[in-house]
């Protein structure tokens, strides 16, 4: 089993559901963050003085996924995120050692 993370643009963020849904990839947990990599913000101006957003709104997803299915999840993240600018995100891999679903007490792979 394999954590996905995927930190996006806010406004990518339903077409990643859907083409996640369209490949059969369902659950997934959304949080509202902020921060900067390459894009490092911008200037905005504010009756007259001029200020820096560093931190700039992005939408990180969670998602749990089996083995079988990391990649083509990966990919469609990537291809429907993608606008081709900087600051279209970044994609987290990591393995998980165990899943519980609490309300069962099923774990494993059973568990997803």
Known sequence: MKKIEAVIRHYKLED??????????QGMTVTEVRGFGRQRGHKEVYRGAEYTVDFLPKVKLE??????????????????????????????????????????????????
């Open 16 to 25: 990643v559901k859907n083409g996640l849904t369209e490949i059969g990839i």
């Open 63 to 112: 998602l749990v996924v089996s083995d079988d299915d990391v990649q083509k999840a990966v990919e469609k993240i990537t291809e429907v995120a993608r606008t081709g600018n900087i600051g279209d995100g970044k994609i987290f891999v990591t393995s998980l050692t165990e899943v519980i679903r609490i309300r069962t007490g099923e774990s494993g792979p059973e568990a997803l």
